[in-house]
């Protein structure tokens, strides 16, 4: 019985064309140190001056170095490809930059008036410009959760259903309503707030407590969870209505047990957009809340705290106690906001159930 001996494969691995070799290296770092340069010396022989000058003369300078040699050494194409490539690397930074720079400002002045008890004593016998170890921010984080989570237990079935009427139901009222949702979404929080406060303020309560300031919240938050909802169900293929009206369900049961589970993910992205738009509010709660110094878990009676409100608070204050207690009041409700996040996106990752 022979046996067919297979040659071994002697074939050369193909090259990577996106490693670059020492010499492109090499290359890479005299351009850098070209526009590094240029940007020096333009700013020391013009009016231009600042970070900003350098920084843009050097992005400036370094496209049109790199722009150069590739000319030079790889013809037409590569030389557009690589003004191409600087051009987005320049817009990549300058959107990504004020998003670093709110972080790093926010936690360099904002770790400064975090203390221990900042979050196991309120203001009720502390005023702002006390020692910023005294007092805390008990009141305003109770108060922002129990109102953000009152103004989300209205508006994300709202806007959710609603979602659902323009995408899947279509009636007659479709095009009105999508109107009034994306004439909503451009309204200002002031107005939201004017409007609880001649609606329900003036009218009836005549007291300023949470249920007031969740209100005018939910109204904000609505379209945004609306708008976004509406869009992750249009990205649901057809091909899954299909099936389940094939297979003899109704279109409310292919609605719940198949579009919606397939569009869980995006619908708490939804959400977590809502919470965003609405967790930075100030002039409703200004309006409507009292802005109590108190912790109050009662949203409906007496004024209640919130971080936005302790934050206009300690700003307006003026002083140097106060204004590190509203840094600190920042960097907590940016905490908050980014494990919200993070915990929306855990739950959204997780494998859809039966």
Same mark, same amino acid.
């Given at each position: 019985m022979s046996q067919t001996i297979v040659p071994a494969n002697t074939t050369p691995k193909p090259a990577k064309p996106w490693a670059a070799s020492s010499k492109d290296r090499i290359e890479l770092a005299l351009q850098f140190i070209a526009a590094i340069a240029i940007s020096y010396l333009i700013v020391a022989v013009t009016a231009?001056?600042?970070?900003?000058? %350098?920084?843009?003369?050097?992005? *400036?300078? $370094?496209?049109?170095?790199?722009?150069?040699?590739?000319y030079i050494r790889r013809g037409a194409p590569a030389a557009k490809d690589a003004l191409f490539r600087g051009f987005v690397t320049g817009a /990549? $930074?300058?959107?990504?930059? +004020?998003?670093?720079?709110?972080?790093?400002?926010?936690? /360099?002045?904002? %770790?400064?008036?975090?203390?221990?008890?900042?979050?196991?004593?309120?203001?009720? =016998?502390?005023?702002?410009?006390?020692?910023?170890?005294?007092?805390?921010? *008990?009141?305003?984080?109770?108060?922002?959760? *129990?109102?953000?989570? $009152?103004?989300?237990?209205? =508006?994300? +079935?709202?806007?959710?259903?609603?979602?659902? %009427? *323009?995408?899947?139901?279509?009636? !007659? $009222?479709? !095009?009105?309503?999508?109107?009034?949702?994306?004439?909503? =979404?451009g309204v200002p929080s002031i107005v939201a707030g004017l409007f609880i406060l001649a609606a329900i303020v003036y009218p009836f309560t005549k007291n300023y407590n949470g249920i007031e300031g969740s209100l005018a919240l939910a109204i904000l938050m609505i379209p945004t969870v609306a708008r976004t909802s509406e869009e992750v169900l249009l990205l649901i293929p057809g091909d899954l209505r299909e099936a389940g009206v094939a297979l003899g369900g109704t279109q409310w049961r292919t609605v719940m047990m198949v579009v919606v589970p397939a569009a869980k993910s995006g619908l708490i992205t939804a959400m977590i957009l809502g919470v965003a738009r609405i967790a930075g509010e100030t002039a409703p709660l200004v309006l409507l809340t009292g802005g109590g110094d108190t912790t109050n878990y009662n949203m409906f009676k007496g004024p209640m705290g919130s971080l936005p409100y302790y934050i206009w608070k300690g700003f307006n204050n003026g002083t140097d106690q106060s204004v590190t207690r509203a840094w600190a009041g920042i960097f907590v409700l940016l905490v908050m906001v980014l494990v919200l996040f993070g915990a929306a996106r855990y739950l959204g990752n997780r494998k859809v159930g039966k």
């Open positions: 231009m001056k600042g970070k900003l000058a %350098y920084v843009t003369i050097f992005f *400036l300078a $370094f496209i049109v170095i790199d722009f150069a040699v590739n /990549v $930074f300058v959107a990504v930059t +004020p998003i670093v720079s709110i972080l790093l400002t926010v936690v /360099v002045r904002g %770790y400064k008036g975090i203390h221990p008890n900042i979050f196991f004593k309120d203001m009720h =016998s502390t005023t702002l410009n006390d020692a910023v170890t005294q007092g805390g921010l *008990l009141h305003a984080v109770i108060g922002t959760v *129990l109102m953000v989570a $009152f103004a989300m237990a209205i =508006s994300v +079935p709202i806007g959710i259903l609603t979602a659902i %009427y *323009l995408t899947e139901i279509k009636g !007659r $009222f479709a !095009r009105p309503i999508k109107f009034l949702v994306q004439a909503m =979404s």
